[in-house]
């Protein structure tokens, strides 16, 4: 890898924090401006990076180093820069480099750019004939007097081809593989290793069988509702820990299962509590579902969760050594889902691109410390 081109970032909000990843992997960041800071105070550090955060003002110190507004007030950064004595050359605007999101790859995917004239900056796209005064405060006023062009994508084709009811209310399983049975069967597949020695699982054994194989040596049933020893079936209950054993099982595989118990953080500790030191619990949730009324009169339907609320649950846990969390989804997968669309029916390439902001399903293993740690 060739030497990082050095670069000073200017704003730290919502911008930075989508294009963070990239930034630190092309250039190296010197500092960071920010208004917070006032004049002549002492340095920050920015607490992600380390890399110290001061006001504007020491650019000037910076003579060289290119300068990346990473804000949407991209009018008021620029004029507040050559206040100072930036030159022009020296300043790169954020939302043009990608990542984009939807607005910005409205904005520079067909043509479009950013071009200084004056003391203004304004949107420039020779393919559409435009040429528009940006608000120094705001780029995302552009919205507005892009609604007339093609630029814009109107909802009203995509909104009359929805129907108001699903296709299958059942979240698809009348049709075929439900779409968040695709990506919780893409988790275990993935830790197939883990599946071994004595294995637990929540209501029946099918994933025990499908991704276990010969690494497990006894495999036992966990049921809310009743035991069967000729099933090495046995009744328990997460949150209360009635009927669940202790410090016996190697692995749990708990799918779909905690939005239905209302006491989370009781279950948690008892999911960890029946695992051997140095165990595993490999579990997914729901972030986006429909509600079955069956299930939410039988069981009650609580929660839904994001990586972080995962995440939070087990770690807080003193016995655990780590969580290590994943995201399935994107907003067409969703729509397939809560529609009752199957897994089948939808394009793979399509299933398997993941966008962390649609969190269909979000899978963890969660490994509890060794003996010796404990």
């Known amino acids: 890898m060739g030497k990082k081109e050095k670069a000073i970032l200017f704003g730290r909000g919502m911008v930075y924090q989508r294009k963070k990843k990239e930034l630190q992997e092309k250039y190296d960041v010197v500092m960071f401006l920010d208004n917070a800071v006032a004049p002549g105070q002492c340095p920050q550090k920015e607490g992600e990076t380390g ?3 001061e006001n504007p003002a020491a650019v000037c110190s910076y003579p060289d ?8 007030a991209v009018g008021d950064m620029y004029r507040q820069l050559k206040g100072l004595g930036v030159c022009e050359d020296r300043i790169l605007f954020g939302p043009m480099l990608e990542p984009y999101n939807a607005f910005e790859r409205m904005l520079f995917t067909d043509g479009g750019q950013l071009a200084v004239e004056g003391e203004d900056i304004f949107y420039r796209n020779e ?16 919205v507005h007097a892009l609604k007339d062009t093609g630029l814009y994508q109107s909802a009203g084709q995509i909104l009359r081809a929805l129907p108001l009811r699903p296709l299958d ?21 993935g830790r197939r290793s883990l599946i071994q020695g004595r294995v637990m699982e929540v209501g029946d054994r099918r994933y025990t069988l499908q991704f276990g194989g010969d690494r497990v040596k006894e495999s036992v049933v966990l049921h809310v509702e009743g035991e069967d020893p000729q099933k090495n079936q046995i009744k328990g209950n997460f949150a209360t820990g009635e009927g669940l054993p202790q410090e016996e ?7 779909q299962t ?6 989370l953080h009781a279950a948690a500790d008892h999911m960890v509590k029946i695992l051997k030191p140095g ?16 299930e939410k009169i039988h069981y009650g339907h609580f929660w839904g969760f994001t990586d972080m609320s995962l995440r939070e649950l087990f770690a807080q846990n003193p016995a655990v050594e780590s969580v290590a969390v994943e995201t399935y989804g994107n907003v067409k997968a969703a729509c397939g889902f809560l529609y009752g669309i199957s897994s089948e029916e939808m394009d793979k390439g399509e299933l398997d691109f993941l966008d962390p902001d649609y969190q269909l399903i979000i899978a963890a293993v969660v490994k509890k410390k060794g003996m010796g740690a404990l």
């Open 279 to 294: 165990g595993c619990a490999l579990v997914t949730v729901a972030g986006i579902s429909q509600i079955i009324q069956y």
């Open 127 to 142: 393919k559409w004939g435009l040429l528009l005064r940006t608000d120094p405060s705001n780029l995302e006023g552009l």
């Open 258 to 263: 905690l939005p239905f118990i209302y006491d």
């Open 51 to 53: 890399i110290r955060v």
């Open 249 to 255: 099982i190697d692995c749990l595989v708990c799918t």
């Open 65 to 72: 180093i290119p300068v990346i507004l990473l804000s949407y």
């Open 169 to 189: 209310d059942t979240y698809g399983m009348n049709r075929g593989t439900p779409v968040d049975r695709y990506y919780i069967e893409r988790f275990l597949e």
